[in-house]
């Protein structure tokens, strides 16, 4: 971070703010609409933000506005890129994020951690709260990460509509008929309080495609930002898999995700469609990928 000039922090002083403010540099990215504002400290005298910090630059009123923080910083690990760090828009750390980790990925190219167009390979090691992961680069420009496996036994179905399950962050899918009359916030907020307490779950609204069983759209409540946001990845990992699984109750076949030949599921979501490939092997869904866009929208230095 960069120290504040002895004439800034006077001038701060004069108008009564706090004298622990610093000055961070920021870039700001968003994927399929979910935005992260993202921080550089991968050098290690860096100074880590607080929770407040977090929470003000989250702020859409008074700061830069995002749905949550990444921080990026060395990792210990011989091979891997880096570690990331995930804040939600609450300033609190949480899960794993799909969408900013595949932002992050365009972030580190950004500042010359890697270079996918020249490099020999075009998928990295990161480490993130769950483990390590692959990212990379697709031809066509957007960015993917790999979800680890999820055990079909994890999977909980609660009944014929909602299932329970974990892509690395915690999802509640619920089936519905017509998503755009789907008060999500309203009926998100319900069931990420009453059934799932203070530690809390993302709840993911998912309609069916009549025409396409390998489509869906989805609109999704996070916890941590505690309203719907444009697009989650993970969410939508959790949804696709969801809805294999209940063509494989409804005994509408939509083809095998089989060892050999992952399945694609399209999510469309408010902010983009993401893409999620995925084996089945066993009763293990392997190779889970998730892809899609990622835009760098613009940079900056907030004091906070
Ligand atoms: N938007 C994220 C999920 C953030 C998870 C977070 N809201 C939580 O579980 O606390 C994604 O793309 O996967």
Redesign the pocket.
């Known amino acids: 971070m960069i120290p504040l000039s002895r004439a800034f922090r006077s001038f701060c002083l004069h108008h009564r703010c706090l004298s622990s403010l610093m000055e961070v540099p920021f870039s700001k990215y968003e994927?399929a609409g979910?935005d992260f504002i993202v921080v550089d400290m991968t050098s290690r005298i860096s100074t880590p933000l607080t929770s407040g910090q977090r929470l003000r630059m989250c702020n859409r009123k008074t700061g830069i506005g995002a749905?949550?923080v990444l921080v990026l910083q060395q990792s210990e690990l011989p091979g891997f890129t880096f570690k990331l760090l995930?804040y939600?828009a609450d300033g609190q750390e949480?899960?794993?994020?799909?969408?900013?980790s595949r932002c992050s990925l365009a972030f580190a190219e950004q500042i010359g951690l890697v270079d996918f167009d020249h490099a020999g390979s075009h998928v990295i090691k990161f480490e993130a709260c769950d483990g390590s992961h692959l990212g990379g680069k697709m031809a066509g420009g957007q960015y993917f990460v790999d979800i680890r496996d999820v055990r079909i036994s994890d999977v909980k179905r609660i009944d014929e509509m909602n299932y329970f399950l974990n892509t690395?962050?915690?999802h509640h899918v619920r089936f519905v008929e017509h998503l755009t009359q789907t008060d999500v916030p309203g009926i998100g907020k319900e069931i990420r309080w009453k059934t799932y307490g203070k530690e809390?779950s993302?709840v993911n609204f998912v309609q069916m495609s009549l025409q396409n069983p390998r489509q869906i759209s989805v609109r999704?409540f996070?916890?941590?930002?505690e309203d719907e946001?444009l697009?989650?990845?993970?969410?939508a990992v959790a949804s696709a898999i969801a809805a294999y699984l209940r063509h494989q109750y409804d005994k509408k076949p939509i083809g095998c995700a089989s060892s050999q030949d992952p399945m694609t599921t399209q999510v469309l979501m408010e902010g983009g469609t993401l893409e999620v490939a995925f084996k089945l092997q066993g009763n293990i869904f392997s190779d889970i990928r998730l892809r899609g866009p990622v835009r760098h929208v613009f940079e900056g230095n907030i004091v906070v």
């Open positions: 994927g979910n749905d949550g995930y939600n949480s899960s794993l994020c799909g969408n900013g690395g962050s915690p809390g993302n999704t996070e916890r941590g930002v946001t697009a989650c990845g993970t969410g």
